[in-house]
């Protein structure tokens, strides 16, 4: 009897010790879980805090050098490419979004779809808003732009298309490529469809999407890639980094190269990066 008694104390002893162990190693594990998760939390609310823009890949019009604008130029095969690689290189840095936002333009749209696919996010929501296309190049839409140089001068030629304030001449309805009548914007009042536009007329449609749509989406935490165009992109980094006038006719927006603009508390830019 003594002899099971002393078994029976050292084995609950034992059995204590295990226990205790037990405890120790659980307790262990979930402040290790908090940890992570609070790591997590923090890269999450970093990634919350940032916004990848993205110009599409080459259009067949890119690829003409044509003036293009609202014109509905489908992606090269240099373009799909071009998209890809983006799309890789997001993926290699383990890049999450929440949702896009795009333009109604096919050469945006099929380049956000790519990255997507490259991503294996083809799930997120997308939202194509009008507010995101190219700036309208009115009369100039379809015309080459080598052929204008030597016609009228680089010089001029730049302002066409770098300047704040220059607005080209309106398009006429019975031109090929007045928008008017395309079925994506027939729930636009026809006012609102423009027949031309200056970059400054760009920026005030760009701002009000950014303030209404994207901000509502960061505000909830979302993170967000966009997928626009040159002109859309250079308008709404002029706001959001207060580029002058002069200052954004020398900014150039490279095709298919993601941009991270890291943003502080409030939501405003404080670095932008061309991710390669």
């Known amino acids: 009897m003594n002899a099971m008694l002393i078994k029976s104390i050292f084995s609950k002893k034992k059995s204590k010790k295990c226990s205790a162990k037990r405890i120790c190693y659980y307790k262990l594990k979930n402040r290790m879980s908090v940890i992570q ?47 890809r690689k983006a799309g890789q290189l997001l993926k290699q840095m383990k890049m999450q979004f929440d949702i896009a936002h795009c333009s109604l333009l096919r050469r945006a749209i099929k380049t956000l779809w790519i990255v997507l696919e490259e991503l294996e996010q083809e799930w997120i929501p997308v939202q194509k808003d009008w507010h995101l296309n190219e700036r309208h190049y009115g009369q100039l839409t379809g015309l080459n732009k080598i052929e204008m140089e030597k016609k ?46 200056s970059l400054r007329e760009t920026l005030f449609r760009v701002k009000k999407y950014w303030d209404t749509e994207i901000l509502r989406d960061l505000k909830l935490g979302k993170r967000i890639i966009i997928s626009a165009h040159g002109n859309s992109i250079r308008a709404l980094l002029m706001y959001l980094e207060k580029i002058s006038a002069e200052e954004v006719e020398e900014v150039n927006i490279p095709r298919a190269t993601p941009i991270k603009l890291q943003l502080d508390d409030s939501f405003h830019v404080v670095s932008r990066s061309f991710l390669t």
């Open 37 to 83: 998760n609070t790591v997590n939390s923090i890269y999450k609310t970093l990634d919350n805090r940032s916004v990848i823009i993205m110009r599409h890949g080459q259009s067949v019009w890119n690829e003409k050098n044509l003036f293009t604008g609202w014109e509905d130029a489908d992606l090269t095969e240099i373009g799909r490419l071009e998209a």
């Open 152 to 197: 009228h001068g680089a010089p001029t030629v730049k302002k066409w298309r770098k300047s704040y304030d220059y607005k080209p001449e309106l398009i006429d309805e019975s031109n090929t490529y007045w928008n008017g009548l395309d079925q994506r914007y027939a729930d636009l009042e026809k006012s609102l469809v423009p027949k031309s536009e």
